[in-house]
């Protein structure tokens, strides 16, 4: 029993020895510093009135042996996106108790970024014990910046005031430039059609749908005619592009002026044949009084003569 006993306590007092030496190994052994992202990819929305900003979150991992001498260990980070800015450089401190650490930065992404740019967010850094004698590099952690599409139509008209006679037609031209940042596929439509034909008022399209790039510009002409019967007076053409595909649709929206003068007969306005025919009809009147008025004095001179020829 004695010697039993004596193995024992001499393999308990070996295993109480080794404690500190493997404590030691495994913080000099232990994993190196890293850093990571929490977001894997960010989506900016560059529309008009939007900021483009997009931010990324991380953690730097920091295990490393220390010695006396060090104080602290401090990690400088650095983003880069290419051409897009980049929030400053992050600088972590580190004490001996603190083995992970959270960062941020910021990509602003211009406002009007094609669709088609996709960026890429990468961060990587340094580490450095402040009195000591080790320092590293942080391996890179990369992640994929989306750009948001957005719609933005300019729908003009560039002779948006025209004047017509009742029983004139007109053709006037329609221009669709995307201002967006990804191609769009759109429709366009005259959304009080209906009023109009009750005014007798008629407009068709040349066409009604169109797929336009980014920066691209089309155009359609609209043709407007009016009946004998269209009344005097200004006339509203509502004229809608609708963004096609979407449950909920972009819509812009524009206005056609016409004005709808005095009816022309003879290629002369209404107005001024009617006030014509009765300047007419005065001047007819005038020379038929004077004529009969002549006839009667001439007839009173004759028979004047007569009765003199006779005595």
Same mark, same amino acid.
């Given at each position: 029993?004695?010697?039993?006993?004596?193995?024992?306590?001499?393999?308990?007092?070996?295993?109480?020895?080794?404690?500190?030496?493997?404590?030691?190994?495994?913080?000099?052994?232990?994993?190196?510093?890293?850093?990571?992202?929490?977001?894997?990819?960010?989506?900016?929305?560059?529309?008009?009135?939007?900021?483009?900003?997009?931010?990324?979150?991380?953690?730097?991992?920091?295990?490393?042996?220390?010695?006396?001498?060090?104080?602290?260990?401090?990690?400088?980070? +650095?983003?880069?996106?290419?051409?897009?800015?980049?929030?400053?450089?992050?600088?972590?401190?580190?004490?001996?108790?603190?083995?992970?650490?959270?960062?941020?930065?910021?990509?602003?992404?211009?406002?009007?970024?094609?669709?088609?740019?996709?960026?890429?967010?990468?961060?990587?850094?340094?580490?450095?014990?402040?009195?000591?004698?080790?320092?590293?590099?942080?391996?890179?952690?990369?992640?994929?910046?989306?750009?948001?599409?957005? +719609?933005?139509?300019?729908?003009?008209?560039?002779?948006? +005031?025209?004047?017509?006679?009742?029983?004139?037609?007109?053709?006037?031209?329609?221009?669709?430039? /995307?201002?967006? /940042?990804?191609?769009?596929?759109?429709?366009?439509?005259?959304? /009080?059609?209906?009023?109009?034909?009750?005014?007798?008022?008629?407009?068709? $399209?040349?066409?009604?749908?169109?797929?336009?790039?980014?920066?691209?510009?089309?155009?359609?002409?609209?043709?407007?005619?009016?009946?004998?019967?269209?009344?005097?007076?200004?006339?509203?053409?509502?004229?809608?592009?609708?963004?096609?595909?979407?449950?909920?649709?972009?819509?812009?929206?524009?206005?056609?002026?016409?004005?709808?003068?005095?009816?022309?007969?003879?290629?002369? /306005?209404?107005?001024?044949?009617?006030?014509?025919?009765?300047?007419?009809?005065?001047?007819?009147?005038?020379?038929?009084?004077?004529?009969?008025?002549?006839?009667?004095? $001439?007839?009173? $001179?004759?028979?004047?003569? $007569?009765?003199?020829?006779?005595?």
């Amino acid at each position: 029993m004695d010697k039993r006993a004596g193995v024992l306590i001499s393999v308990l007092i070996l295993s109480i020895s080794t404690i500190p030496f493997f404590s030691d190994a495994a913080e000099a052994i232990g994993c190196a510093p890293f850093l990571a992202l929490t977001q894997a990819k960010q989506t900016a929305y560059v529309a008009p009135g939007q900021d483009g900003v997009v931010t990324f979150m991380g953690t730097v991992y920091m295990q490393v042996p220390w010695t006396e001498e060090t104080e602290r260990i401090e990690a400088r980070l +650095y983003g880069n996106a290419g051409n897009w800015v980049v929030s400053s450089p992050v600088i972590l401190e580190f004490s001996r108790a603190e083995k992970q650490k959270s960062f941020t930065f910021s990509v602003h992404v211009p406002i009007g970024t094609s669709q088609k740019t996709q960026g890429q967010f990468l961060v990587n850094g340094t580490w450095e014990q402040v009195n000591g004698t080790s320092s590293g590099t942080l391996a890179p952690a990369t992640a994929i910046i989306f750009v948001k599409q957005f +719609y933005d139509i300019d729908l003009s008209i560039p002779d948006s +005031y025209i004047v017509l006679h009742p029983g004139d037609e007109v053709q006037t031209r329609i221009l669709l430039k /995307n201002e967006g /940042n990804a191609q769009v596929r759109s429709r366009l439509e005259i959304s /009080n059609l209906k009023d109009l034909e009750d005014q007798e008022m008629k407009t068709y $399209l040349d066409r009604d749908k169109f797929t336009i790039e980014e920066k691209e510009v089309d155009y359609t002409n609209i043709t407007v005619s009016t009946s004998r019967s269209t009344e005097k007076g200004l006339y509203r053409i509502r004229i809608s592009v609708v963004e096609a595909g979407s449950y909920d649709p972009e819509i812009w929206n524009q206005e056609l002026f016409i004005e709808v003068g005095e009816r022309k007969l003879l290629g002369i /306005n209404y107005g001024i044949w009617i006030a014509f025919e009765w300047t007419l009809i005065l001047i007819l009147g005038m020379v038929t009084a004077f004529i009969v008025m002549t006839k009667k004095k $001439l007839t009173r $001179l004759a028979y004047s003569k $007569l009765s003199r020829t006779l005595e």
